[in-house]
């Protein structure tokens, strides 16, 4: 089946920090693989997508690269700040149905 | 101007009562979920409609029935709640169904049963 395994939190970080959050998958196919992000007491946002080996998604100073060979989609980020704390969903969709891994909580200190 | 609306955001309720959630969507698109996202936030897809056609009924208990009047509406009834439903729904749609669409989600709606 199709399954997303992302690194367990809660993750504290400082400003200025560089924060990476694991994300495997396992799937039959070709997904698209996603980041969504949750800030406190909102729904969820696309944070960025790829939809191809070898693509990077990009957006707010984030970054994953859709690797096959290791299937895997980690999250990067240079320099966090206090406006990034949320929860964290990496995501796969092979056809129609998204599947989420477990979430994972970002907490960033001034 | 929200593109993903749901009504009511908090629900308070006693065990064993009926209780809907509302969804509307202003984006014109033709798809519509809804997620349950339990207390450790793990977020898991119940129900998905396509131009008013259900096409994924994950496995839910026949108490939550949803139902689609059109294609910018997706409303979730609960019968007989019970202590467990206490989670948080979300409501989403997109504008189709391949893989590569991104879901817009409403801003959730807060269900406690007592």
């Known amino acids: 089946g199709n399954s997303v395994t992302q690194m367990e939190g809660p993750v504290t970080l400082s400003e200025e920090a560089f924060l990476t959050i694991n994300c495997t998958y396992t799937?039959?196919?070709?997904?698209?693989l996603f980041w969504y992000v949750q800030y406190p007491g909102e729904g969820l946002q696309l944070l960025l997508k790829a939809t191809k080996a070898d693509d990077k998604g990009s957006n707010k100073g984030f970054e994953a690269t859709y690797r096959k060979e290791t299937t895997s989609f980690h999250l990067e980020k240079g320099s966090v700040q206090v406006s990034d704390s949320a929860v964290y969903f990496c995501?796969?969709?092979?056809?129609?149905?998204?599947?989420f891994g477990a979430g994972t909580t970002v907490t960033v200190r001034a | 101007d929200t593109a993903v609306s749901q009504t009511p955001k908090y629900l308070v309720t006693q065990m064993g009562n009926d209780k809907s959630i509302k969804c509307e969507q202003n984006l014109g698109h033709d798809t519509m979920y809804w997620y349950k996202q339990d207390s450790k936030k793990f977020l898991k897809i119940m129900f998905s409609?396509?131009?008013?056609?259900?096409?994924i009924n994950e496995t839910v208990p026949n108490r939550f029935s949803p139902k689609s009047p059109d294609k910018a509406h997706l409303n979730l009834h609960i019968n007989s709640l019970e202590l467990g439903d206490s989670a948080v729904y979300f409501c989403?749609?997109?504008?189709?169904?391949?893989?590569?669409?991104?879901?817009?989600f409403g801003p959730g709606t807060r269900l406690l049963v007592l």
């Open positions: 989403a749609s997109s504008q189709g169904r391949g893989r590569q669409e991104t879901q817009y």
């Open positions: 995501a796969l969709d092979p056809a129609d149905k998204l599947s």
């Open positions: 799937a039959t196919g070709y997904p698209s």
């Open positions: 409609y396509n131009n008013k056609e259900l096409i």
